[in-house]
């Protein structure tokens, strides 16, 4: 998974690689324009007892298992959320991702729980919760980490080599960060990124944190490297917040769900939805650094 985030959770904010792409979405966003926005009210969602939560069915953010039950980090956090809101039920709504903000819009949900990125393009669309999750890169190296490599940046500094896949944002990154070309060995999936760094092809294969992860617990030739710095490309990490979304006009909805998320991050069980997703510890950490304010200021 290189990422979905360039899709969804997020293009990955200030960064001049994905301009073009944030452009794209405002285009797409523009064509949004004919719903009128419709308020989710707090108090009418807890006077029917069901609130309308959609998903864009994306491992392991937000998706309907083979059973029909909701999982992933937001379903799984919004969960508790709504319990505490006092909200009987949950009527799950499974879309694609391009429909979240045109469904919230068209008043089709009440709620997206998607962890999609909070961009300053799209918070002129819709409201954002605080961010409930944070991701950024990260380095899937040998048992051990033997050549101790922790950053993208100590392949600019040293003669190792790094692995990307072909076609994966990676490539920009290692390029804005001054990595020669000869120092990236291209690989055609993620599934050959187990042998290609376990038998020293390569120090280590870049990639987002959760495709670290993943990759990490398929193999114990391999694991995530461990004090792993974020990338910073034109002076910003290459991090992205993903959040809840509500369309305009439900500020009630959205500022009852910031205060039981607040409250809800405080906790052991909150940190444990998120990791068993995946997410590094380092992710979570991320995703108290950012309020949606900042995020939607730019």
Not at 64 to 77: F, H, N, R, T
Not at 214 to 237: I, T, Y
Request: glycine fraction near 8%; proline fraction near 4%; charged fraction near 20%.
């Amino acid at each position: 998974m290189t990422r979905h985030h360039s899709s969804k959770a997020g293009i990955r904010p200030n960064n001049s690689f994905f301009k073009a792409l944030a452009a794209a979405t405002l285009v797409s966003l523009a064509a949004t324009a004919p719903y009128a926005a419709q308020a989710a009210d707090l108090d009418a969602i807890k006077s029917k007892g069901t609130i309308r939560i959609a998903v864009a069915n994306e491992i392991p953010y937000g998706y309907m298992d083979i059973s029909g039950e909701a999982k992933g980090a937001g379903p799984d956090v919004a969960k508790h959320i709504v319990k505490e809101l006092g909200i009987a039920n949950i009527e799950w709504i499974p879309t694609s991702f391009s429909s979240l903000i045109p469904g919230l819009q068209a008043n089709r949900f009440d709620m997206v729980a998607a962890e999609m990125a909070i961009l300053p393009q799209r918070c002129q669309q819709v409201h954002f919760s605080n961010p409930n999750s944070s991701y950024g890169e990260g380095l899937l190296v040998a048992k051990g980490n033997p050549d101790d490599v922790h950053r993208y940046e100590d392949f600019a500094d040293s003669d190792k080599k790094v692995a990307i896949m072909a076609g994966a944002d990676q490539l920009e990154m290692f390029q804005a960060l001054g990595v020669p070309a000869d120092r990236m060995v291209t690989i055609a999936n993620n599934a050959d990124a187990i042998s290609t760094v376990s038998t020293g092809r390569a120090s280590a294969y870049a990639a987002t944190s959760l495709t670290v992860s993943e990759l990490a617990g398929k193999s114990d030739r391999v694991e995530a490297a461990e004090n792993f710095s974020d990338p910073v490309v034109d002076g910003e990490p290459v991090r992205s917040w993903g959040g809840f979304t509500f369309s305009k006009g439900s500020e009630s909805l959205r500022d009852a769900v910031n205060e039981q998320l607040a409250e809800f991050k405080k906790t052991d069980a909150w940190k444990e939805i998120l990791s068993q997703y995946g997410f590094s510890a380092a992710d979570l950490e991320g995703s108290f650094t950012k309020t949606a304010e900042e995020l939607c200021s730019g």
